[in-house]
């Protein structure tokens, strides 16, 4: 019933390149901008020669089209969804209709659907370029480094950074030690099939030894962490100091300057009127 | 049981294992159809009733943050790019439905019995919903592009849900009332600072 065995957290792909040694804030800052771009697009010809810059990101950071696509699977529900209902409620040019419903599948609507699948997918190839190349632990010094000047707003940067990096080494040992109790459980007799009530209750004598003895270890842990006299971000020293070099200065410019020039195009004088309108085709 | 002699490790600690917990909650799956049941809001609820306001709306952002940076923790994956499922909303609402939950409990603690934990989860649940039908409006209105109405944004984005909901409520109702005070023995012995 608990599923989640082979589960490797987080995608990273450690290649020695460019663009897995930049700052991780420079990465987080510029997947904003490169996102949020995406979204302003609204012509089609545009956004296909958007992707040519984006898709170089990749043989530049080493990393191969299998990962660039890889995950766009758990969308492809989304995506499907978006190319019918886009088919067959967008008046046109009928292609084909289905006889029961009489819901007429048109030409312009196939065209709407690929236009906004399309987005998706660039949203999702852009989106991966941030976990593929930055370490679990980096982006979470990036984080908090990214979230301190909100410190004296009230946000606790330190201990958000560090809750992530100990949930991260929780969540492996913790599906561990729930598949222990539940062989544990079963080994007295308890079965997990039936009815969904019957369902129900076959979790309560796994859940409630797992949240008990998942509480005590953190707080033997926490114990550990009081005895080494343990206070939280102030002074602490870290393993890795993150410098903002050369390289993501550059990185900056290069991102910036994209946006301009894509943002050019789209409202630009030489394309007469400039196309806003949010139909692409 | 967000007392103020905790310290600053035990709060971490804490929000920690509640996250990781919320994690595990989302692999533990009951076949039901249509939708299989997960255990993650159960785990929402609980973190909320047991850690506190603050602490809990810390460790669900920390969760939140944690899937994101692109460990596998969501129901489909996990990465920056989740933010376009059209069911992040409730995910994105799991901090806010925490809080609301700690600060409800809290001041039933150290023994909030059935009725009183069910009238701080019902709102808790209230906003994950709002915020669910609400990003799931938005999402298919400007991301997939298409505009659905409202009715149907709240029929299959809530009311579909809320049976199982319901049921998992309870349950996470009755887990709470049974962890608690098995938890009081060693959750007051945090005394650093």
Known sequence: MITGKTLILGRYAPRDSRVHSLDPRTKMIALCFLMGLTFLIRRADLLILYTVPVLLIYPLSGLSARLAFGSIRPFMWLLLFTVFLHGFLTEGRILFSLPLVRAGFTLEGLMNGLFYGFRIILLIVTANLLTLTTSPMALTDGIEKLLKPFQRFGIPAHELAMMMSISMRFIPILLEESERIQRAQMSRGARFDGGLIRKLKAMIPILIPLFVSTFRKANDLALAMDARCYRGGESRTHFQILRFGRADGWACAAVLMLVCVVLFLQYNVLHAGGNISPEPF | ?193
Request: proline share 7%; glycine share 12%.
């Open chain 2, 1 to 193: 049981m967000n007392k103020p002699c905790l310290s600053i490790s035990h709060r971490i600690l804490w929000a920690g294992a509640a996250v990781a917990l919320t994690a595990i909650g989302g692999f533990i799956r009951i076949p039901f159809v249509p939708v299989p049941l997960t255990l993650q809001t159960c785990a929402v609820y609980l973190s909320g009733a047991i850690l506190g306001a603050r602490t809990a709306l810390m460790s669900q952002t920390v969760f939140l943050l944690l899937g994101l940076s692109g460990a596998p923790v969501f129901t489909l994956g996990g990465g920056p790019g989740y933010v376009l499922q059209p069911t992040f909303g409730y995910l994105a609402s799991f901090p806010l439905a925490a809080g609301l939950i700690g600060l409800r409990v809290g001041k039933r603690l150290p023994a909030p019995d059935v009725r009183s934990l069910l009238a701080a989860f019902i709102p808790g649940m209230g906003v994950i919903h709002l915020c669910g039908v609400l990003v799931l409006y938005l999402n298919l209105k400007y991301i997939a592009g298409h505009p659905v109405s409202w009715a149907a944004a709240a029929w299959s984005g809530s009311l579909v849900l809320l049976p199982g909901e319901l049921i998992k409520m309870a349950a996470a109702a009755m887990l709470t009332v049974r962890i608690l005070p098995r938890l009081q023995g060693f959750m007051t012995s945090g005394t650093g600072g």
